[in-house]
């Protein structure tokens, strides 16, 4: 019983459960029955951190249009402001310029990678759902039409039996 097998192994990868039962009805009962599909989005929320909710915060600022226009509008005004009225503040090179940048540049990227990193989590989490419902659903199709080929192969027999008499 090859097949009983298999399917043994592949309910234990999928409910990570160490099953006994011999059975295929009831291994496939237990299948069908135990629910594999989770909300990540749901999961997710329930574990969220205030580290979390932050980075995502960032990201979602940092990352639109409004951001960047500002962001634009404020260099640019930084730029006037010191070549025409403010000379002495941070004369052309604008070093002091510079230096906001490049921090603003050290801290906004790993905070976004840090939300990045949350999201592939995330798609991880749901392929892994979608590859146990598609295995469940796999397993289930297969048991059916074993079914239909009983059911089939009785009904041909029933058939032979009334065609004798």
């Given at each position: 019983?090859e097949?009983?097998i298999?399917?043994?192994?592949?309910v234990?990868?999928?409910?990570n459960?160490?099953?006994?039962?011999e059975?295929?009805?009831?291994?496939?009962?237990?299948?069908?029955?135990?629910?594999?599909?989770?909300?990540?989005?749901?999961?997710?929320?329930?574990n969220?951190?205030?580290?979390?909710?932050?980075?995502?915060?960032?990201?979602?600022?940092?990352?639109?249009?409004?951001?960047?226009?500002s962001?634009?509008?404020f260099?640019i005004?930084?730029?006037?402001?010191?070549?025409?009225?403010?000379?002495?503040?941070?004369p052309?090179?604008?070093?002091?310029?510079?230096?906001?940048?490049?921090c603003?540049a050290?801290?906004?990227?790993?905070?976004?990678?840090?939300?990045?990193?949350?999201e592939?989590?995330?798609?991880?989490l749901?392929s892994?759902?979608?590859?146990?419902?598609d295995?469940?659903?796999?397993?289930?199709?297969?048991?059916?039409?074993?079914?239909?080929?009983k059911?089939?192969?009785?009904?041909?027999?029933?058939?032979?039996?009334?065609?004798?008499?």
């Open positions: 019983m097949k009983n298999t399917k043994k192994e592949i234990n990868m999928l409910l459960k160490d099953l006994e039962i059975d295929e009805e009831e291994l496939l009962d237990l299948l069908i029955e135990q629910p594999i599909a989770i909300d990540v989005d749901k999961q997710d929320r329930e969220i951190k205030l580290g979390d909710k932050v980075a995502d915060k960032l990201t979602s600022i940092a990352g639109s249009w409004k951001f960047i226009i962001f634009c509008i260099l005004g930084w730029i006037i402001l010191n070549l025409f009225f403010v000379k002495n503040l941070d052309y090179p604008f070093i002091l310029l510079n230096l906001l940048l490049s603003l050290s801290l906004q990227a790993p905070i976004i990678m840090m939300s990045q990193n949350r592939a989590k995330k798609d991880s749901r892994s759902n979608d590859y146990k419902t295995l469940k659903s796999e397993l289930i199709l297969e048991e059916l039409h074993d079914k239909m080929d059911i089939l192969l009785n009904q041909n027999k029933i058939l032979k039996e009334l065609e004798k008499k």
